[in-house]
């Protein structure tokens, strides 16, 4: 699976199609964060858009080969196979930009809670961010995968899906991504930076499954 990871890394650093979601969350991060700001309120504005931005790389990843490239390794390699590095590759780019950002956003942001009446201290800050990011990264990519090829091939279904998808992911209860950044904005009322690793556990458990579906359906379809 290596090589194939390697392989959709190259081609999505090579084809620049990974600029627009970048761009538009690091404008997205720089309009709605501003240094001063409570750092836990930061985070949960920081992981919430990164949502959307880790579907919108799948999306980049699973069309980004030629047809006749994606056959040529599909048959080389299996489609199913094939499919799942690029899933992977789009996780790792979501992860790595959730990373970096929450780094960067605790670094400028106030180590402080609402109204700066009790302090956070930015290790912890970042401790409740990281996993909150992974969460969030995770349950894009999930959307990605379900709203995107093989499992949605028109892009007027795909591309509404994967909006309304990033949506209910962010706010219907019970949502990993909704409990991470409910906690995030719970501990900056509060001052005490949640260390809540179920958010996480319960989008690996749904990324699992969306990602085997999705790649067991590109066996199916295969061209």
């Given at each position: ?16 199609r990974w600029l627009p979601p970048v761009i538009l969350y690091v404008v997205f991060l720089g309009v709605g964060v501003q240094s001063g700001q409570p750092v836990l309120n930061s ?40 499919h799942l590095a690029c899933l992977l590759t789009a996780l790792l780019a979501a992860v790595l930009l959730g990373v970096v950002a929450t780094v ?120």
């Amino acid at each position: 699976m290596t090589p194939l990871v390697r392989y959709q890394a190259d081609l999505l650093l090579r084809s620049q199609r990974w600029l627009p979601p970048v761009i538009l969350y690091v404008v997205f991060l720089g309009v709605g964060v501003q240094s001063g700001q409570p750092v836990l309120n930061s985070l949960g504005y920081t992981v919430a858009a990164l949502l959307p931005v880790a579907a919108w790389l799948v999306r980049i990843c699973v069309t980004g080969e030629p047809p006749a490239a994606r056959a040529c390794v599909a048959a080389a390699r299996g489609p199913a196979r094939a499919h799942l590095a690029c899933l992977l590759t789009a996780l790792l780019a979501a992860v790595l930009l959730g990373v970096v950002a929450t780094v960067v956003v605790t670094i400028v942001s106030a180590p402080a809670s609402n109204g700066h009446r009790v302090h956070v201290a930015p290790l912890r800050a970042a401790a409740a961010g990281l996993p909150a990011a992974l969460a969030c990264a995770l349950l894009g990519t999930a959307v990605g995968a379900l709203t995107s090829h093989p499992v949605l091939r028109s892009t007027g279904r795909a591309v509404p899906a994967m909006l309304l998808g990033t949506l209910f992911a962010l706010v219907l209860a019970g949502s990993p991504a909704q409990a991470a950044v409910d906690g995030l904005v719970t501990g900056s009322r509060t001052g005490r930076p949640p260390v809540e690793l179920l958010p996480l556990v319960g989008a690996a458990l749904l990324t699992t499954a969306a990602f085997a579906a999705a790649a067991r359906l590109s066996g199916r379809r295969s061209p």
